[in-house]
T-cell receptor
Framework: GESVGLHLPTLSVQEGDNSIINCAYS??????FIWYKQESGKGPQFIID?????DKRQGQRVTVLLNKTVKHLSLQIAATQPGDSAVYFC???????????FGKGNQVVVIP | NAGVTQTPKFQVLKTGQSMTLQCAQD?????MYWYRQDPGMGLRLIYY???????DKGEVPNGYNVSRLNKREFSLRLESAAPSQTSVYFC???????????????FGPGTRLLVL
């Protein structure tokens, strides 16, 4: 498939290790944040979301952390698996706005 | 539930040809979106429809038109394709929660378009 990850920052992770992917957002008025995973040749897939009234939210093997003070969002993946190899990108939304603003993404490569 | 479906999956056009990309969602969402994705550029919004009967321009609307046919379907038309429109096109849908807050957008599998 096409390489949506072309020229993206790349994180290489050993299988079984934890991964941390970072995202800096631009608008201090943003109050809703989403992490997506995109595998080669596929559409973006929802992973986890968080609203601005929370600092942390956990899912299955994933945790999202939100630091509103420095406008920073991170996605932690526990015990990274080969199937986690993909491009990950964050999106932000402002209340009242139907649109999401997307980051360009980070490529994660899991080394077996 | 199929979620968001798109047709066709692949298409090759010659410069100047026209085509319509189809999108349908079965989640009863009010809002639908068309994006294009190019290497290193991320997702760029072409057009969106906040609700049935309304459409609005996004970041890169030039060369495209849309139709919100009904609540389920949102089509994207290229009237006269250009090589610069070679891209992967994604449709998405979403809704608002009871507090009128945005919920996540769900994406289709994409249409890969090559314009020669």
């Amino acid at each position: 498939g096409e390489s949506v990850g072309l020229h993206l920052p790349t994180l290489s992770v050993q299988e079984g290790d934890n991964s941390i992917i970072n995202c800096a957002y631009s608008n201090s008025a943003s109050d809703y944040f989403i992490w997506y995973k995109q595998e080669s040749g596929k559409g973006p897939q929802f992973i986890i979301d968080i609203r601005s009234n929370m600092d942390k939210r956990q899912g299955q093997r994933v945790t999202v952390l939100l630091n509103k003070t420095v406008k920073h969002l991170s996605l932690q993946i526990a015990a990274t698996q080969p199937g986690d190899s993909a491009v990950y990108f964050c999106a932000e939304n402002i209340y009242g706005n139907n649109r999401l603003a997307f980051g360009k993404g980070n490529q994660v490569v899991v080394i077996p | 539930n199929a979620g968001v479906t798109q047709t066709p999956k692949f298409q090759v056009l010659k410069t100047g040809q026209s085509m319509t990309l189809q999108c349908a969602q079965d989640m009863n969402h009010n809002s639908m979106y068309w994006y294009r994705q190019d290497p290193g550029m991320g997702l760029r919004l072409i057009y969106y429809s906040a609700s049935e009967g309304t459409t609005d321009k996004g970041e890169v609307p030039n060369g495209y038109n849309v139709s919100r046919l009904n609540k389920r379907e949102f089509s994207l038309r290229l009237e006269s394709a250009a090589p610069s429109q070679t891209s992967v096109y994604f449709c998405a849908s979403s809704d608002l929660d009871r507090g009128h807050r945005q919920e996540t957008q769900y994406f289709g599998p994409g249409t890969r378009l090559l314009v020669l």
